[in-house]
Nanobody, 125 residues
Framework: QVQLVESGGGLVQAGGSLRLSCAAS????????MGWFRQAPGKEREFVAA????????DYADSVKGRFTISRDNAKNTVYLQMNSLKPEDTAVYYC??????????????????WGQGTQVTVSS
């Protein structure tokens, strides 16, 4: 069965860093664009970053551009989100997602086919 399992979340002080991982199984990872989304308490889910299946194109939300980096290792069926210079407003549950896309990048969660269970990131001030 399809599984996306996130890890690496936790509590960090403002200005610190975390690296999230998402291990995929049960589908052909190399055929999917991979994305990261987040949802803070009382807010709607929002797009964070995405990378095409061959890693050739990347997209970031303006709020994280220059601080976060998405990468993927197709040999390990894993996508990563390196988060630097974290701010309290980055506090949220972070989800990885997979979109069966032919080289395109989507910011809408409705475009994504599979989702992980999420990992909590808390940034203290």
């Amino acid at each position: 069965q399809v599984q996306l399992v996130e890890s690496g979340g936790g509590l960090v002080q403002a200005g610190g860093s975390l690296r999230l991982s998402c291990a995929a199984s049960g589908f052909t990872f190399t055929r999917y664009t991979m994305g990261w989304f987040r949802q803070a308490p009382g807010k709607e889910r929002e797009f964070v970053a995405a990378k095409t299946r061959n890693g050739g194109a990347t997209d970031y939300a303006d709020s994280v551009k220059g601080r976060f980096t998405i990468s993927r290792d197709n040999a390990k069926n894993t996508v990563y989100l390196q988060m630097n210079s974290l701010k309290p407003e980055d506090t949220a549950v972070y989800y990885c997602a997979a979109d069966y896309a032919l080289g395109s990048l989507a910011r809408s969660g409705s475009e994504y086919d599979y989702w992980g269970q999420g990992t909590q990131v808390t940034v203290s001030s």
